[in-house]
């Protein structure tokens, strides 16, 4: 299993910038994939950024161009870099991480980071 903890969520501005951690309890290189998901009271969590198996990477349509996701193997802690936020983008941004075992795959969660965009 794994424990993960965000952290760098707060109150900004339309059109400002903020950046997101997710410290992992253990080696991404034991880590299938890990992103970023937020969600928002009465709708589904959605993905907003991902590393998949590997450095691949997958972007929802709404964060292209203006987020950017990182990781840094050697502090086992993955990164979101928002640019250009909009009250839209106001959720609870959640650290997922996907570690397969023998017998199938397992999802765990973070607590969540609360963004909100608001002038």
């Known amino acids: 299993q794994v424990q993960l903890v965000e952290s760098g969520g707060g109150l900004v501005q339309p059109g400002g910038s903020l950046s997101l951690s997710c410290a992992a309890s253990?080696?991404?290189?034991?880590?299938?994939?890990i992103g970023w998901y937020r969600q928002t009271p009465g709708k589904q969590r959605e993905l907003v950024a991902e590393f998949t198996s590997g450095s691949a990477t997958n972007y929802a349509d709404s964060a292209k161009g203006r987020f950017t996701i990182s990781k840094d193997n050697a502090k086992n802690t993955l990164y979101l870099q928002m640019n250009s936020l909009k009250p839209e983008d106001t959720a609870v941004y959640l650290c997922?991480?996907?570690?397969?075992?023998?017998?199938?795959?397992?999802?765990?969660w973070g607590q969540g980071t609360q963004v909100t965009v608001s002038s």
């Open positions: 253990r080696s991404f290189g034991s880590i299938y994939s």
């Open positions: 997922r991480a996907q570690i397969v075992y023998g017998s199938g795959f397992q999802y765990y």
